[in-house]
């Protein structure tokens, strides 16, 4: 079956692209695919450890099985801003 994998922020540095798409077993879950990403980009493993996942925009949890056609995004954890002032 096919599948869509979207990259955002990092995971898109790391990898060198937006988007790609993967043929894989059916009954692949994501935890399966996190592994094959790994394979073929093990600078991902730091990242890809702190990642929340989306299966066609909602959240999911690793252990779920994808189907035909679905979209996967990893998102990396967000930073950013500045500390707050005190007030003097």
Known sequence: MKIRIRYF?????????????????????IANIRTLLLDHYPPLRPILERCLCAVNRAYVQPETELHEGDELVFIPPMGGGQPRRKHV
Not at 9 to 26: D, F, H, I, K, M
């Open 9 to 29: 922020a990092s995971l898109r540095e790391v990898t060198g692209q937006n988007e790609e798409t993967l043929t894989v077993p059916e009954g692949s879950t």
